[in-house]
């Protein structure tokens, strides 16, 4: 069965684990009362735990093998979601480099202003979920009747709903424009500033997950008492 908590005394060791690394420590303190408090010469807190039969509580096992099969078993879950996110954010960089605008995106007329757009005329929205720039047609227009809307106009269109400015010529979120030239301008100006975002997330999780092998090979190691 092996020894559990109503055995330990002080002068035993215990193993703690801290982050990827297991620690051994020293009991110098057991408190009994609801449950167990056992203060160890690694933490300035003590562990608890209601139960004496138990063996570990939290990150504190009295065997290091217990220990080190908890933090196998916790890292190898870990990996399975690093792995997981890391084939989403390279399947979203594969999406963002290929938006591309059309081969010819211009304007014949000078682009209407918020306040000239009328019922039956188009906007150009930028769709960052479905990553295109779409025609949206405008369905109405009404005054933001919001104290803080500074004369503001709220722009209904049978897909979104946006503010913007009298004269301006774009959202006030720059995600509809009046010019589809101007949209597809955003449009990958965004691109570009997605992909660093995705990229710095993406190699910050593979330096986690490299790390995580490089203790595994150890911990391997330690399970064939090759190191210790």
Same mark, same amino acid.
């Given at each position: 069965?092996?020894? /559990? @908590? ?15 690394? #297991? /620690?051994? =420590? ?14 160890? &010469? $690694? ?10 039969? =138990? ?5 504190? @096992?009295?065997? $290091? ?9 916790? &890292? ?12 989403? *954010? ?5 999406? *963002? ?30 769709? +960052? %979920?479905? +990553? ?7 369905? =109405?227009?009404? !005054? ?7 004369? &503001?106009? #709220? ?6 709903? %946006?503010? /913007?400015?009298?004269?301006? *010529? ?6 509809? $424009?009046?010019?589809? +030239? ?10 570009? &500033? ?5 990229? +710095? ?10 790390? *995580? !092998? ?8 330690? !399970? ?5």
């Amino acid at each position: 069965m092996g020894k /559990t @908590f109503k055995d330990l005394s002080v002068g035993d060791s215990v193993w703690i684990i801290d982050g990827l690394e #297991i /620690t051994e =420590a020293e009991v110098k303190r057991i408190t009994n009362g609801y449950g167990i408090l056992i203060h160890t &010469s $690694y933490k300035p807190y003590p562990f608890r735990s209601p139960y004496y039969g =138990a063996k570990r509580t939290g990150d504190m @096992f009295l065997e $290091y093998k217990e220990a080190l099969e908890y933090l196998q078993k916790r &890292s190898k879950k870990r990996m399975r979601v690093l792995e997981k996110k890391i084939d989403i *954010l390279a399947s979203e960089i594969l999406c *963002l480099d290929s938006i591309q605008p059309p081969t010819v995106v211009f304007s014949s007329t000078k682009p209407l202003s918020m306040k000239e757009l009328k019922p039956g005329d188009s906007v150009w929205w930028v769709d +960052k %979920f479905k +990553k295109d720039v779409k025609r949206v047609e405008v369905k =109405a227009k009404r !005054e933001n009747k919001d104290i803080w809307s500074n004369g &503001s106009l #709220i722009i209904d269109t049978k897909t979104i709903s %946006f503010k /913007t400015f009298l004269n301006s *010529l774009h959202s006030v979120s720059l995600d509809c $424009y009046t010019e589809e +030239k101007q949209a597809w301008k955003y449009m990958l100006r965004w691109k570009e &500033s997605r992909i660093e975002t995705v990229g +710095k997330e993406m190699e910050n999780l593979m330096k986690e997950l490299e790390n *995580l !092998e490089k203790h595994e090979e150890i911990w391997g190691l330690e !399970e064939r008492g090759l190191c210790f």
